[in-house]
């Protein structure tokens, strides 16, 4: 019964990535998709290095796909509203701090997951010696 509820729990985070992923797709715009799947790369690299379960690891990063799309969703709408309190420049300013702002929540989310999950014990026995 463990084995069938650990699948289970495994597909729906699995699910909601996918999820992320489709509405920052449809509803905001390729770059938002763009910055999740950079995310999910950068994690599902470490995600094999770190000590925990794989439903741990798979709720952390969807947990930070939630937040990314939550983040793109406000400077979507951060840029709708500069656009028509500002006018057509204000899109060069969004596009400049674009990436900027997308890297500050990709490495601080990131960052705060290294911290979750615990180090492998190898690495403590090299510090040792």
Known sequence: MKFKSNRLVTG???EAIGLCLMLSFIFINIAATATLLIFNLFFLSLIIQLNGTLNIKLGILTLGNITGLFWNVVLHHFAIAGVT???EPFNVFYAVSYPFLNFMWVVSFWSMSL?????????KAEVKT
Request: glycine share 6%; no cysteine; net charge positive.
């Open 12 to 14: 729906l985070f699995l």
């Open 85 to 87: 309190f500002f006018g």
């Open 115 to 123: 911290a979750v999950l615990p180090k492998p014990k190898s690495m």
